[in-house]
Every structure is written in structure tokens, then in C-alpha cells.
């Protein structure tokens, strides 16, 4: 079918073709914070089709009016766009509609699978299905294995109207589990109908990394060990684990940030130019980036003690909700990595991530060599390398500290800031990233979603690390809460003649 | 929030822009950073008459908070006597963090032979590597040639406004500046369609329904106003954009009814006798599109009407970086179906 012609120009230029998009775990925090409230800007801002139906299943009995309600306050509380527009939430609401069952009940799928058939009929989503599953890992077999026995799959290869699954991370818990995870996603479903989110992709600054090193002529040719010194990536959360002490307790700050958002940034810095802006071309280069990482050698970890973060007392980790009174699970790691390729070759990239420290950031730095020979150093001044520095969250953007020449007769400089920022420049607040990724994939772009090769590799790569620790019967060194990480952190760059940069 | 960091300090013509170099400097010192000065364009509002030029002013200061700009507002009266004068402010916004955004403002008025002195001083005064957009106020330019020409001559944009049109002569003349200039035109009563064209393009989505694009018999839109060129402009534009976007001839009817200045319905009609129906519904603040062609299609598609003070407008023209290249088929075709 030939693309809408009446759609070339518009801000909304790429809609999707209607479809069931069924959130499994729809009585979640997932599906209330993010998911439905993201789902309704897209409607709010044109991008969705009339007939998007949106079902919602889970255990709670619920009738479609008691499910509308409560999508409804939470739209209230955490959609983009407030207040809700009567008229948008009218539309979309009609569309809305709940399915109550246990994950383990296939009367359940069959009644759910009855329901799509009627929207097909009645709401124009011709067989196209989305499976949103925003379930704990526990449940993710049962769940495929039941869409698979009640034929409410469809196999790509025989045409016709699509099937998509959404998978949350985690996506395992080390190699052994991803691939597992793997192997049950791929029993019912081709590996092109497999969306994994990683949350990160979706954002606009992380997005961004691609069109500044490829649509600017100037990055690129700097953007290698010739130029570049070392590369950091801060990860830096202020808060500490809150309710999630449970989870954490089995997962810690590797698993957590670093095996996939931090990674992923990592790849999309280090990469090579893909053939094409498209799913298997930008993932393939990621790919390479992670073969390439070579086994880690230092590191460190650390878990927060008490403290006092952006001026309130913070408790010590073990003394959180659900956490073990002596807890070895780290809430803090810094590793460095080296990409063993022709362009990287040992350039290091300092990786940090951590809770409970001074303040909520991402950002990732470029540290580029210094000048070949120090011109004004003779007149006795200090002379700063050039930094690009890329903030991820909040107050996103770009920019590059350069020495210049203090005004007046001496030769003195000082260095300075060259800055751009999302909010001076373009003003309009960002779609949340979970909007972006629900739209790709409705639309079928895979592009900003994890591959099961990407996923593999990385847990392939972490997994020594990971097991060394657990080997290791000392805990983790202590840091306060609200500073940047145990010293051993600091001395990982010191010893290197490098420190971290205060982002 | 929209603030003026310095009020219209009156400056010598010649040294505006050292000027704005010490306002700056100025509020460094006081601020100390807190401020940030930005720009995506060079903005010029031409203007004829005072109340246009107090309109443009505060129109584009309330603009720049979605698009920072350099923003030059020229007042010309060929008919005065001679003189030339200028000031210079700058209108802040506070953005996240505290932080203030603020654009640059620079006004201009020049009367008599020395209107011909404002292209060469508008011209020095335009950022560098920012593209330029004119805003031209009221009518366009019939006499004064020269002058119009040497103005627009750095223009990437020139935005008019098609519901203020006379006739289909400035239609023509918008067309010839789009074909021979790198200027490229921008309306802003093209602006105000776009709730029309997404609720349209909604209705044609499904599959079933975007088939029957090379069904559509004909085109009947409903416009309000006074029934002039320029309240009618709309619907001739809509009707164009058909046309353009499905490379077809369509039969259509423009009618006149109501007060309220737009489009209120589009009906089209389909070879089978089958409708497809739009229709503003300012109650909910919604264009709702709808056809009895497809079941597919009797569900609502619903389009929220846009903000359209004339700033939003300008913004929305402002944040598209290229030339609109479905504008300016759509105008080619507007400008032979006004002949």
C-alpha cells in the first residue's frame, strides 16, 4: 500500500495503521506512569489512528468503564500534556478496554483473543497485534508460550497483518538467563518481532548522539584515538533504591544501568557510520562495538552509606526497605573499558554509575588530546585540553570547553564554554521516550530497540566482572551518600593522570 | 513569561549593533550569566502604518519564547518626510532552571527617501549564518518595487498572510516571488489549515479508505466571514492541496456562510455517492473527521484545532528549518484555480 499522500508535510507525516496493542500487567506502575499516559499524548498530538484499540490485562477484575477511570487519573497525574483534553480523552478512551486473567489461564487468552477478533471488525485493526509485556521476568515464558498455543501469533513469513511483542528489561539476569529469555521469545516469534526496550533509546539527546557524530562534517574526523584522550560516561542518581529494594537486592547498579543503558550509550559513541539510518544497519555497528569491548580488568564498586543528599539525611543502603542487614550488592561501580578496534585502539572509557550521589545526571564527555606542544605553557600558564560534553538528563545539550585569551595586554588565558541546550533553543518540552518507542514500534521501525546479538554480547562481556564479585566474600567499599563514589573511583582515573570531570 | 530587559533605548541608526553589545555586557554585570542570549533566525517585520508596527512588535516578542530570534521591525512610510530612527530592547523568557532566554529586538523607523537607507542597514544588522525570515505586514508590496526587492533580497522566507488578501494578484505575486527568488513564501492562512489537512489525512488512513482517494468526486467547503477573497483564501488553499497532493483536478464548490473567519466543513463526495464529512467543532476545540464509505472510517477522527494567534502561527512557520514544498505546490495550483 502506497504511503497516504495527504500526510506529506504534516507534523504528523508518519502514522501508524491501526492495531491491538495488549499491555500484559496493566494494573502496573508501568502501565500508569508511563505506558497509557504516553499513549495518550501520542493520541493528543495526532499520532495515533482512530480505530487504536488498547486492551489491558491483568489479574485485578475490572470492567472497561473501571479500567477508562483509572487510565484516566493516571493520564491526570503524568501525561505530558496537561491538563487532558476532554476531547482527546474522549476518543481515546473508546478505545481503551480491559481484560481480566491470570498470565497462567488460557481460557484467559481465548477469551482476549476473542475480543481482538471483535475489534478487528469493528475498530479496523485488521489482525495487527502488539504485545506489551510489562510483566516481572517470572511470567515471561507463560506469557509467550500461552500467545503461541492460542495461535494468537502470527508468522511473518506467511504475510499479512503484523504481530509484535515489546519486551521489558530486564533482560536476564547473565548470559545463561538472556539467552534462555531468548530462546522463549524466539520458540513463538521471529527475532524481527521482537521489540526490547531500553528506555534510553528513546530519549531525544540519546538520539541525538547519532545526528551530531553523522550529520555534522565536523565531529567525525576528530571523533578517534588520534584526537580524542579518554571518554567518561556518568550515570548519577540521587535518589537511593526507594521500594525497589527487593529487586535490587538480586540485580545491583551493573546490572541495572550499566549492561544496558550505559552500554548502549557506550556503543553509540564508539561506533562506526551505519550504511543507513535503519534497524539492522545502526545495530549491526552497535554489535561491533560490544564484540570489541575488551574483558575488563579494573574496576570498582561501592555501596552508599548514610549520608546527606541535596540537604536531607540519607540512610545507608542496608538500612533501606527490603534490603539485607549485610548486603554485598553494589550501588555503585565505575569500570574502565577499552574498544579494541582500529579507531579506539586503548583509548580508555571511563564508565561510572551510581545512587545516592550529589545529584541526578547523565552525561557523557569527550576529553580530547592536548595541544602537540604547549605554545603558551612556556609563558607559565595552564593550558586545558577541549572537552565536548553531552548531557543526556536534565537541562540536555551540548558543549565544548576551549582555552581563550583573557582580554589585556598579557598573553593570559582561561578556559570557556561554548554551550547549546534543548530548552534555550528550541523551547517545547520533548516527547517522553516511551511515547517515541510505542510509536516506533507501531510504526515497525526497530531501530532504537535492543537486538538479541546486542543483549548477548553485553551480558557476555559483564558476566566475568559480575561473577568475580560475587566470588569476592569482602563487601563493597562504603561511600557516603550525596558524594560522587568511593575514592577507589578517583584513583581508578588518578593513577592515569586523569580525573573524573564534575558533570 | 515575557519580559523586556532593556524598554526601547533610543540609539543612533548607525551604531545599533554596538549597542547591543553593550546591553549585553551591561546585564552580564548585574546578572552574572543568569541570562542567555539565543537566536535560530533573523526575524524582519516590514510594516506601513504605526499600528501595524506596535502589532508585529508585540506579536514577535511573544514568538521568540518558542523560537529565539533576532527580530528587526521596520517601519516604512514613503510618503513622510525624511528622517530615520531606531531603539533597540530585548524581550526575555525564563526557561527551566531559572535560567532567562532573551532575543534581541531592534525597531526601525524610517520615512520619506531615507526608507531607502533600511534594506543596506537591515542587512548589516542580520546574525550571521541564521537563515532570514520577513514577515511582511499588511499589504504587499505593489509600488516601491526597489525598495521591496533590495529587502527581501536576503530573505530564505517570506511569510504573508493569504486571509488579508485583495485578490488573486497577490496571490500571483507571492507565486512569482517563489519561482523566481531563492526566497522561499510561507502563509500564514496556511498555518491555520493544518488541523483541516490532519483530520483529512486521518479519514484517509485505513487502507480501505485511501483507495477511495482516487474516488473523490468532488470538494464542497464552507467558509465564513465576508465572503472576500481573503476570508474565502482558506478553502481555496485546502481546495489546492487536494489537488496537488493527489495530482487530480477535483470539482469543487466554495461556499460562504457564518462569521466565524475559517473553514467550517469540507463534505466530500465520492463516485459512489458515498460522503466523507469535516467539521470544526469549537465546542470541544476539535476538527472531526468522518465517512459513511467504510466502516473503518464511520469512527471519529479527531484533529485539536491548533492555537492561532497570529505568534503561534509564526512559530509553527519558524520551526519548519526548510521551505514547505507541499505550500508551494499547493500555491502553483491556488494561483490558477483564483485566475
Known amino acids: 500500500m502506497q504511503p497516504n499522500p495527504l500526510r506529506e508535510g504534516l507534523e504528523q507525516e508518519r502514522v501508524p495503521e491501526a492495531s491491538c496493542l495488549v499491555i500484559f500487567g496493566a494494573s502496573g506502575d508501568l502501565t500508569q506512569r508511563k505506558l497509557i499516559p504516553g499513549l495518550y499524548s501520542l493520541a493528543h498530538d495526532g499520532l495515533l489512528p482512530a480505530g487504536q484499540t488498547i486492551v489491558g490485562f491483568a489479574r485485578a477484575e475490572l470492567t472497561d468503564e473501571q479500567f477508562r477511570a483509572s487510565m484516566r487519573e493516571a493520564c491526570d497525574k503524568h ?170 537486592e538480586t540485580a545491583g547498579i551493573t546490572r541495572d544501568i550499566i549492561q544496558n543503558h550505559m552500554l548502549q550509550l557506550v556503543s553509540l559513541v564508539a561506533m562506526e557510520p551505519p550504511v543507513a539510518f535503519e534497524a539492522d544497519a545502526v545495530r549491526d555497528e552497535k554489535v561491533k562495538v560490544l564484540r570489541a569491548l575488551r574483558p575488563i580488568a579494573e574496576s570498582v564498586r561501592g555501596q552508599y552509606g548514610e549520608g546527606s543528599v541535596l540537604g536531607e539525611h540519607a540512610v545507608a543502603y542496608r538500612a533501606e526497605e527490603k534490603v539485607a542487614p549485610d548486603s554485598r550488592v553494589e550501588t555503585y561501580a565505575a569500570l574502565k573499558v577499552f574498544v579494541d578496534n582500529w579507531r579506539w585502539a586503548d583509548v580508555p572509557f571511563y564508565v561510572r554509575a551510581g545512587k545516592r550521589l550529589p545529584k541526578r545526571v547523565t552525561d557523557i564527555s569527550i576529553h580530547f588530546r592536548p595541544a602537540p606542544y604547549p605554545l603558551f605553557s612556556k609563558l607559565g600558564m595552564k593550558m586545558h585540553a577541549n572537552v565536548l560534553a553531552i548531557r543526556i538528563q536534565p537541562d540536555e545539550g551540548i558543549s565544548l570547553k576551549f582555552d581563550s585569551k583573557l582580554p589585556g595586554p598579557t598573553v593570559r588565558t582561561a578556559p570557556v564554554s561554548m554551550e547549546f541546550r534543548y530548552a534555550t533553543s528550541f523551547g517545547a518540552e520533548p516527547p517522553e521516550a516511551y511515547e517515541r518507542l510505542l510509536l516506533e514500534t507501531m510504526l515497525g521501525d526497530a531501530t532504537l530497540f535492543a537486538r538479541r546479538d546486542e543483549i548477548e554480547t553485553a551480558w557476555a562481556w559483564l558476566d566475568p566482572l559480575l561473577q568475580r564479585w560475587a566470588d569476592d566474600p569482602a563487601p563493597p567499599p562504603l561511600y557516603s551518600a550525596g558524594t560522587w563514589g568511593p575514592e577507589a573511583a578517583d584513583e581508578l582515573l588518578e593513577k592515569d593522570g586523569r580525573k573524573w570531570r564534575r558533570p | ?297 464511520q469512527l471519529d477522527c479527531i484533529a485539536r484545532v491548533l492555537a492561532s494567534d497570529t505568534e503561534d502561527l509564526i512559530v509553527r512557520l519558524l520551526k519548519r528549518p526548510e521551505a514547505d514544498k507541499v505550500y508551494l505546490k499547493t500555491l502553483k495550483i491556488a494561483r490558477r484555480l483564483a485566475a
Open chain 2, 1 to 297: 513569561m515575557t519580559d523586556t530587559l532593556a524598554a526601547d533605548v533610543r540609539v543612533d541608526v548607525t551604531s545599533i549593533e554596538k549597542q547591543l553589545a553593550d546591553l549585553w555586557r551591561a546585564e552580564k554585570g548585574e546578572g552574572e550569566g543568569a541570562v542567555t542570549r539565543a537566536a535560530l533566525w533573523n526575524m524582519i517585520a516590514h510594516t506601513w502604518s504605526s499600528q501595524e508596527h506596535a502589532r508585529a512588535t508585540q506579536v514577535l516578542a511573544l514568538a521568540s519564547a518558542a523560537v529565539p530570534q533576532r527580530t528587526i521591525v521596520v517601519q516604512a512610510d514613503p510618503d513622510g518626510s525624511a528622517e530615520i530612527e531606531s531603539w533597540i530592547s530585548a524581550n526575555c523568557h525564563l526557561v527551566g532552571g531559572g535560567r532567562q532566554v532573551c532575543s534581541e529586538e531592534v525597531v526601525i523607523r524610517a520615512a520619506g527617501e531615507r526608507v531607502h537607507h533600511v534594506p543596506p542597514l537591515v542587512k548589516a544588522l542580520l546574525l550571521p549564518d541564521m537563515p532570514v525570515a520577513v514577515w511582511w505586514v499588511g499589504d504587499l508590496p505593489r509600488d516601491h518595487h526597489d525598495y521591496a526587492e533590495t529587502l527581501l533580497e536576503p530573505a530564505d522566507r517570506l511569510i504573508v498572510d493569504s486571509a488579508q488578501f485583495n485578490g488573486a494578484d497577490d496571490l500571483e505575486l507571492v507565486s512569482r516571488i517563489a519561482e523566481q527568488t531563492t526566497t522561499a513564501p510561507a502563509d500564514l492562512n496556511w498555518a491555520r489549515l493544518e488541523e483541516w489537512r490532519a483530520a483529512t489525512a486521518s479519514l484517509f488512513d485505513p487502507a480501505p479508505m485511501r483507495e477511495r482517494l482516487a474516488a473523490i468526486r468532488s470538494l464542497r467547503v464552507t467558509s465564513g466571514g465576508d465572503g472576500s477573497f481573503g476570508a474565502t483564501a482558506g478553502a481555496l488553499l485546502y481546495v489546492a492541496w487536494m489537488s496537488a497532493q493527489l495530482k487530480a483536478d477535483i470539482a469543487f464548490e466554495l461556499v460562504s456562510a457564518g462569521e466565524a473567519a475559517g473553514i467550517a466543513s469540507v463534505e466530500i463526495e465520492f463516485n459512489d455517492g458515498t460522503k466523507g464529512m469535516i467539521q470544526r467543532e469549537a465546542s470541544r476545540g476539535v476538527v472531526v473527521a468522518h465517512s459513511d464509505a467504510t466502516p473503518a472510517a
Open chain 1, 79 to 248: 501525561a505530558r500534556t496537561k491538563p487532558v483534553d476532554e476531547a482527546v480523552w474522549e476518543s481515546f478512551a473508546r478505545g481503551l478496554f480491559y481484560v481480566s486473567g491470570e498470565f497462567a489461564d488460557p481460557a484467559a487468552y481465548e477469551r482476549l483473543h476473542q475480543r481482538l477478533r471483535e475489534f478487528d471488525a469493528t475498530r479496523g485493526t485488521g489482525g495487527r497485534r502488539i504485545y506489551y509485556l510489562a510483566v516481572p521476568p517470572t511470567f515471561f515464558a507463560q506469557v509467550v508460550e500461552l500467545l503461541g498455543a492460542e495461535k494468537m501469533v502470527r508468522d511473518p513469513e506467511r504475510g499479512g497483518a503484523y504481530t509484535r511483542v515489546i519486551v521489558e528489561k530486564p533482560f536476564g539476569h547473565n548470559l545463561e538467563t538472556a539467552k534462555e529469555l531468548n530462546r522463549v521469545a524466539v520458540s513463538t516469534f521471529r527475532e524481527r518481532q521482537v521489540f526490547r526496550i531500553d528506555h534510553y533509546l528513546g530519549k531525544e539527546t540519546v538520539q541525538n548522539l547519532l545526528v551530531l557524530r553523522f550529520a555534522n562534517g565536523i565531529f567525525e574526523p576528530f571523533w578517534n584515538r588520534q584526537y580524542i584522550d579518554h571518554v567518561q560516561f556518568t550515570v548519577a542518581e540521587s535518589i537511593g533504591v526507594e521500594k525497589r529494594g527487593n529487586y535490587f
